[in-house]
């Protein structure tokens, strides 16, 4: 596969007013909301892109459920082909997993009903649920009780969405990566990515892509043109009419507690209705569409704009400000002549080479790195945390913890960041995920009362860990919380006993 960008072009040349994207950049800074990469393409160009470092243009980036809409477009192809259609039941594609008896709700379940998340389910599964489940997902979707007909009531599931990836694998007899690489990504000049296997060799379809945000612009842009890339038709436009209308009108977001969605509460007042659903792509406001993902990985197009904006993100779960923004000082500046082009875009330029999330602001030595020097044998704890230890150099240090996977290091840099590759387990912070080796980007720094703090920021996730040591009365205790997840921000103080050399 061939990186091809996408091209280039000033806003003004695009019918963007430069102003608007600097007040658009602007806001979410004064708001504190931790953006790491956005992009704005109007009108055949990418007009705008910003990266916040760490984080840069050719990192992959977890999409989380903005993998969905990817999903789609594999159920997409089957169906143009004539393979799959959309009234075909879901328990004939694995009638050697299905209960006995086959329940009558269960039945009569289509892919219908798995693209428009409607299946007569009660709750609705997360990722983070089942991503630690080592026996068949196939198998325990398909025992997960069908309380209600499919087809009517919207419950937000990525069961749903596996399913249909493991539909597309029944039908194909590959994976649903492979299926859209031979017959979507190869044409769009993609970087690298990634998607993650679930057991049975199928993609998790829900969740599990990692891209560069190019590569989602891009996505997006195909989506944006009726299906076609370069003058090939990739995907039918009849297709990508009906995956990216409203086809759910009534659509609300239950009560969500790290693990799954539960129906709508009518008798809370606060639950806001959504602008609806189509085939695993939402509906936004102005006659748009996006595929988004938790912690704020989106992907939007608006066809009256010929536009297309990607975000990935590290925001807090019901954020809402990102989208306030957007209406309010990106949106009125499409199609807007700018005042003084120039003048603005040497703003929003400057504006762009500044971004950059928080660093740890501190001392780069502390006599109390004598203190905390060497290995700590940590109390019983639920994270199964058995070892820390500290090795202090002149500009860094070397962190290592043993728990029940192995051993892992980190090494935060005290006069800059470094960057390792790193084991650290982190799934529950993490939203569950734990990968064998991921990037991390490193900091390090004193506070004036001797605490060591560290920044580990997991540069292709939304995550970014807080990290505090101190020795206190002869034993050591250690801190660690995260910017965002679905469950718990902070886990449990560890409490350590010095391992004598």
């Known amino acids: 596969m061939t990186y091809i960008p996408l091209p280039r072009a000033l806003p003004h040349e695009r019918g963007v007013d430069p102003a608007g994207v600097v007040d658009f950049l602007q806001a979410v800074t004064e708001q504190g909301l931790e953006l790491h990469s956005f992009l704005l393409y ?92 080592q026996s068949s997902w196939v198998e325990a979707f398909l025992n997960e009780p069908v309380d209600e007909p499919p087809g009517q009531s919207f419950i937000y599931s990525s069961a749903s969405s596996f399913m249909l990836s493991a539909i597309v694998t029944q039908v194909t007899g590959q994976t649903m990566h492979a299926l859209l690489q031979a017959r979507v990504l190869d044409y769009l000049g993609l970087d690298h990515l990634e998607w993650d296997l679930a057991p049975g060799g199928f993609n998790s379809g829900g969740n599990g892509l990692s891209c560069t945000s190019e590569d989602s612009l891009k996505f997006g842009v195909l989506h944006l043109n009726h299906g076609q890339w370069q003058g090939r038709q990739l995907l039918s436009p009849e297709w990508v009419g009906e995956a990216t209308r409203n086809q759910v009108q009534d659509v609300w977001m239950g009560e969500f507690d790290g693990k799954q969605y539960l129906p709508r509460d009518k008798n809370k007042a606060n639950e806001a209705q959504r602008e609806g659903y189509g085939y695993q792509w939402w509906m936004t406001e102005h006659g748009g569409y996006y595929a988004s993902g938790v912690f704020g990985q989106q992907c939007m ?167 505090t040591g101190r020795v206190q009365d002869g034993r050591l205790r250690f801190d660690r919380g995260v910017n965002t997840n679905a469950g718990a921000l902070q886990r449990p103080t560890l409490i350590g006993s010095r391992i004598p050399l």
């Not at 789609?72 to 089957?78: C, E, V």
């Not at 762009?352 to 001392?363: E, H, N, S």
């Not at 990968?435 to 900091?443: D, M």
């Open 42 to 133: 109007r009108q055949g160009a990418v007009v705008a892109e910003a990266y916040w470092q760490p984080y840069s243009a050719h990192r992959l980036h977890v999409q989380h459920s903005a993998t969905k809409s990817w999903t789609a477009t594999a159920i997409g192809l089957l169906i143009d082909d004539g393979r799959l259609s959309l009234d075909a039941k879901v328990v004939s594609f694995f009638p050697e997993l299905c209960p006995q008896p086959i329940s009558a709700n269960l039945a009569a379940m289509t892919v219908e009903d798995l693209l428009t998340m409607r299946t007569g389910h009660t709750r609705g599964i997360s990722g983070g649920d089942w991503r630690n489940l």
């Open 301 to 467: 197009v608006l066809p009256e704009q010929d536009t297309v904006i990607v975000f990935t993100c590290g925001l807090r779960l019901g954020e809402k400000r990102l989208h306030a923004a957007l209406w309010q000082h990106l949106f009125p500046a499409l199609g807007r002549t700018a005042v003084d082009a120039n003048a603005s875009q040497a703003q929003l330029d400057a504006l762009i080479d500044g971004l950059r999330l928080p660093t740890l602001q501190g001392l780069q030595s502390s006599p109390a790195s004598r203190a905390l020097q060497g290995r700590f044998a940590i109390e019983p704890n639920e994270d199964g945390v058995r070892e820390v230890a500290f090795d202090f150099q002149a500009d860094y240090c070397d962190f290592t913890l043993v728990d029940h996977r192995g051993t892992h290091h980190v090494r935060a840099g005290f006069r800059q960041p470094i960057e390792t590759l790193t084991s650290l387990t982190g799934n529950y912070l993490h939203h569950q995920y734990q990968p064998e080796q991921t990037a991390v980007v490193a900091q390090a720094c004193w506070s004036t009362e001797g605490e060591l703090r560290m920044d580990w920021r997991f540069v292709e996730t939304a995550f970014g860990d807080h990290v």
